[in-house]
């Protein structure tokens, strides 16, 4: 579907998002074609810098971020064309002339305001967009993740965007939606037959949930010590992972049918009793190791790091899911930064078989397992058991594996160039709505008031590690492992 003309103005537009992630990402659906010729990407701060100086800016830090196979010079000047620079102070509305200035005033246009810039700032901008008359009825406005620091928090933004945007102009953008694998999932778990039926607690034992990281917080200390990996990833991140495996079958892919769906599985989480915050959470901090080889320092030593600092950058949590589909069945989430590896999958482990008609005890069979893959690459397999060629019956697990690069060979799309084309479209499905936002809030909610009064420090773990031993004991408890601990060597 083709875009109609639009201005895209993005509120912290010199910021680390938009220079790895968002610019890239407009770039390459301009160089594919997708982006009208008038179209225009103002990009706002508080530095004051030229639109030349602006570009130098881009050619520093949004160029290397660009993949080498879809960049050209040629189409890469003619954006940079496209790019106007607008200093402000966002806090402040008297200053928001030069945007006036630079909007076009067509009713035809799409006018998208993409808010990437500290989350505090968010309801601040929209009430002055509001005062200078920017926020018009073709306005939409993107929010970019954690959405406050608690439900209280999330619960005042909610309100005063709504003051000033109809909740069918909000955007509340969770990258790892607009991930290729995280559709995919859609697509397996909808779109056949095969799984659905063997989609509950009847045959699933246990659901793991892992977004492992090898970098460390880099150059966003600031930002990092606010928040923590339950804030910056459980939150959001696999929470909404959790929806998409857990949800029932929407009735269509709507945005509301969806987020009604995602929405229920939020609901129905367990609320965290005492004793589950006690023993279903392990909270965890990196110290010096070896990552790829190489020697990284421990988090506290990071630059502008608070050497004291009691902030987690690894979480595993055991959550359940209270309805007929799902109860008694854990789903394990767990992320950390500075781990082993870059690694981010879903795991749905299958029951046991009942009973073995083989000379191999039932001990010997591996349970079925589906791996939904996001990354490094995407891409599914099933491990299922199968006959050993020759004389005899021996069983051994085998994987069937399917590689989305290599089977469609189609150019692959980043999260955010998905999501910005879909905000350029008016599409929602793939965006949080207020509800299911605070009802994720909601369920974190109790998490961080025990660390609060708590004052618990973060378990250490050694830095190119899979976190803190606390992490294997909390799934061991339960007589299972996590997925590579189980691997042969
Ligand atoms: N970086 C990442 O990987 C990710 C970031 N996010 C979210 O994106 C948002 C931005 O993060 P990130 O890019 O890392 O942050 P940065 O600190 O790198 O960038 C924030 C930008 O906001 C601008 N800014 C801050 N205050 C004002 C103000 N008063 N007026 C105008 N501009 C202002 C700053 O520009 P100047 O100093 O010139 O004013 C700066 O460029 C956050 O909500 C973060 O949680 C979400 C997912 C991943
Ligand atoms: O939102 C965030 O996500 C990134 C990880 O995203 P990925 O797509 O690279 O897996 C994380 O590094 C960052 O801390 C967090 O804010």
């Known amino acids: 579907m083709a875009l109609t003309d639009f201005d895209l103005v993005l509120f912290g537009g010199g910021g680390d998002l938009s220079m790895r992630k968002l610019i890239p990402a407009m770039y390459a659906r301009d160089r594919a074609g ?31 971020h660009i993949n080498e196979k879809v960049f050209a010079q040629a189409s890469w000047d003619t954006f940079c064309a496209r790019v106007r620079y607008v200093s402000l102070d966002a806090t402040d509305a008297t200053t928001y002339q030069p945007l006036n200035d630079v909007l076009r005033n067509d009713a035809a246009l799409t006018r998208v305001f993409y808010l990437a810039t500290p989350p505090t700032l968010f309801a601040q901008i929209c009430h002055n967009l509001s005062e200078r008359g920017l926020a018009t009825e073709n306005s939409r406005v993107v929010l970019e993740k954690p959405l406050g620091r608690d439900l209280a928090s999330a619960k005042q933004i909610n309100l005063e965007v709504g003051q000033v945007f109809k909740e069918s102009q909000i955007f509340r953008i969770d990258h790892y939606l607009g991930k290729e694998a995280v559709q995919n999932l859609l697509a397996l778990r909808f779109g056949n037959v095969l799984f659905e039926p063997l989609w509950r607690r009847e045959w699933i034992s246990d659901v793991q949930i892992t977004i492992a990281e090898e970098i460390g917080v880099g150059n966003r200390m600031g930002y990092y010590e606010t928040s923590g990996a339950l804030r910056d990833m459980m939150q959001n991140h696999l929470l909404q992972l959790l929806c998409i495996v857990a949800m029932e079958p929407p009735l269509s892919v709507t945005p509301d049918a969806v987020r009604d769906e995602k929405l229920k599985v939020l609901r129905s989480l367990k609320p965290f009793t005492a004793t589950a915050l006690a023993k279903n959470i392990v909270r965890g901090q990196y110290r010096a190791g070896h990552v790829e080889g190489k020697a990284v320092p421990a988090y506290r030593q990071e630059k502008n790091a608070d050497p004291d600092s009691n902030t987690e950058t690894f979480v595993a949590v055991k959550a359940e899911i209270d309805t007929w589909r799902w109860a008694g069945v854990p789903f394990y989430l767990r992320t950390g930064k500075r781990m082993a590896d870059q690694l ?134 339960d007589g299972l492992q996590w997925r590579e601990e189980a691997l042969p060597e």
């Open 34 to 64: 997708d982006l009208p010729p008038t179209a225009q990407i103002i990009c706002i701060g508080r530095q004051s810098w030229t639109d030349a100086e602006f570009v130098t800016a881009l050619n520093e830090n949004a160029r290397p």
């Open 344 to 477: 981010a999958e879903i795991v749905v482990r299958f029951k046991a078989i009942p009973h073995s008609i083989f000379a191999q005890s039932t001990s010997s069979f591996q349970p079925n397992c589906l791996v939904i893959r996001l990354q490094p690459d995407d891409g599914l397999q099933l491990n299922l058991m199968a006959k050993t060629p020759g004389d005899g019956m021996r069983l051994k697990p085998v994987e069937l594996e399917l590689d989305f690069a290599e089977t469609f060979k189609a150019p692959r799309m980043d999260a955010y160039e998905r999501l910005l084309l879909d905000v350029l479209r008016g599409q929602l499905t793939l965006f949080m709505r207020s509800d299911e936002l605070e009802a994720a809030w909601e369920w974190v909610e109790p998490v961080l008031r025990h660390w609060e009064q708590e004052g618990n420090e973060p378990l250490p773990y050694a830095s190119g590690t899979w976190g803190p031993a606390a992490a294997s004991a909390l799934i061991g408890r």
